[in-house]
Nanobody, 123 residues
Framework: QVHLVESGGGLVQAGGSLRLSCAAS????????MGWFRQAPGKEREFVAV????????DYADSVKGRFTISRDNAKNTVYLQMNSLKPEDMAVYYC????????????????WGQGTQVTVSS
């Protein structure tokens, strides 16, 4: 079992930045690819970003490329999502995810999910 706890969400003006963190516990963190998803009201949960076990590979949704950066610190069992140039359409609950297989996250799934953190972007 992997337990994931997100933090760092909040209210920000359009054009601003936030950094989300996800602390993992339970199993060996470096065995898992990590990702971020988001879900806006009335919409399905969507893939945002993924990072491989050692951080050598990343992928992003087209909507966030060039604005968001995913990173991880295996010594701290933590994955981050740096969000810059935020737009009102980025407003959603952001979920951290873990999977043994990188492609599981790329294909919009996960083995474990966090509870989510709210990101609100004011225009």
């Amino acid at each position: 079992q992997v337990h994931l706890v997100e933090s760092g969400g909040g209210l920000v003006q359009a054009g601003g930045s936030l950094r989300l963190s996800c602390a993992a516990s339970g199993r060996t963190f470096s065995n898992y690819a990590m990702g971020w998803f988001r879900q806006a009201p009335g919409k399905e949960r969507e893939f945002v970003a993924v990072i491989s076990r050692r951080g050598g590979s990343t992928d992003y949704a087209d909507s966030v490329k060039g604005r968001f950066t995913i990173s991880r610190d295996n010594a701290k069992n933590t994955v981050y999502l740096q969000m810059n140039s935020l737009k009102p359409e980025d407003m959603a609950v952001y979920y951290c995810a873990a999977a043994l297989n990188y492609n599981t996250i790329v294909e919009h799934g996960a083995d474990y999910w966090g509870q989510g953190t709210q990101v609100t972007v004011s225009s």
